[in-house]
């Protein structure tokens, strides 16, 4: 089983910065960023492959940047000019495999991001 650490999150006045960090366990095949506001339902926010492709939610496109460090098993979300309506919890994925080679998910306990105006 891999789990994952976060870090990073905190509260920060709109237009400033935070970068989000997570350490999985073992091995991963995608990372990914998703978060949460209460009574919402929890959207994808940046995802990243181990080839480097990189996706992300419209809303957050020139101002956040995922990338991940294979030798530490972590990823990171480098979050720029944000904003109050980026305020939610940010939880980590990742897809790794098991010893039968099926697609497994992980999820992190979730960070706190406040951004106030």
């Known amino acids: 089983q891999v789990q994952l650490v976060e870090s990073g999150g905190g509260l920060v006045q709109a237009g400033g910065s935070l970068r989000l960090s997570c350490t999985a366990s073992?091995?991963?095949?995608?990372l990914a960023w998703y978060r949460q506001v209460p009574g919402k339902q929890r959207e994808l926010v940046a995802r990243?492959?181990?080839?480097?492709?990189?996706r992300y939610a419209d809303s957050v496109k020139g101002r956040f940047s995922i990338s991940r460090d294979d030798a530490k098993n972590t990823v990171y979300l480098q979050m720029n000019s944000l904003k109050p309506e980026d305020t939610a919890v940010y939880y980590c994925n990742c897809e790794w495999k098991d010893p039968y080679e099926q697609l497994i998910n992980s999820w992190g306990q979730g960070t706190q991001v406040t951004v106030t105006s």
């Open positions: 073992g091995r991963t095949f995608s």
């Open positions: 990243i492959l181990r080839s480097g492709f990189t």
